[in-house]
């Protein structure tokens, strides 16, 4: 089993749409949970951490599940700026490394 | 501030020739740093990680190499390319060892021919 398992998509949705992502998880000493965002032919850059509580920024919402083993992103409202390929990404500390996942395509329609 | 430098951006080599992608960071200090490759349309492989200068920890068994002379300075290496060497190779460092945002540089795409 994977490390990190994606839907790797596409999603197309309209503009003003709601849209979700899940990634599931196969180490359960995952340590830090995160979402990046990788526009085409470029370095993947943060969007946002996930906390055991849930959390949102603007019209993104993230939400852990430790017991499920399983992370998501939800963004309501998409623009045509938010087509991009999101990361799931999660933190191993005896490991000490960052494992991404293969990621899902996102793409917003007019 | 804190920025990454990789160079060179692109790079067409082949076959069999030897590789050395070099990453700087510049204003931290003892950075975690990470060699990763992406393979047109697949996901971020790790490749190599170090936590300090001289410690390389090796995820995938390949004909690359990486090696740490300084604090801030990252070098990954082959001394024969391959054809399956072909890639988006991504240098990046986070400070903590927490898993807290990781920089990324902006990436050298090689293309062996």
């Known amino acids: 089993r994977k490390e990190v398992e994606q839907d790797p998509g596409p999603f197309n949705v309209p503009e003003g749409a709601t849209v979700a992502f899940n990634c599931t998880y196969s180490n359960s000493a995952s340590q830090s949970f995160f979402w990046y965002r990788q526009d085409c032919r470029k370095e993947p850059k943060l969007l946002m951490s996930v906390y055991s509580s849930g959390n949102e920024d603007g019209r993104f919402t993230a939400q852990l599940n430790r017991a499920s083993q399983y992370i998501s992103l939800l963004i309501r409202d998409s623009k045509l700026s938010d087509s991009a390929t999101y990361l799931c990404?999660?933190?191993?500390?005896?490991?000490?490394?960052?494992?991404f996942g293969t990621g899902t395509q996102l793409k917003v329609e007019l | 501030s804190q920025t990454i430098h990789q160079w060179p951006a692109t790079l067409v080599q082949p076959v069999g020739s030897p590789l050395s992608l070099e990453c700087t960071v510049e204003g931290t200090s003892n950075p975690n740093l990470y060699w990763y490759r992406q393979a047109a349309g697949r996901g971020l492989q790790l490749l190599f990680y170090s936590v300090g200068i001289g410690q390389i920890s090796s995820e995938v068994p390949q004909n690359l190499s990486a090696s740490r002379p300084q604090d801030r300075q990252f070098i990954l290496s082959s001394k024969k390319l391959l054809l399956s060497d072909s890639g988006f190779y991504l240098c990046?460092?986070?400070?903590?060892?927490?898993?807290?945002?990781?920089?990324f540089g902006q990436g050298t795409r090689l293309t062996v021919v």
């Open positions: 990046a460092w986070e400070t903590t060892g927490k898993g807290t945002e990781a920089f």
């Open positions: 990404v999660l933190f191993t500390g005896g490991g000490n490394k960052l494992t």
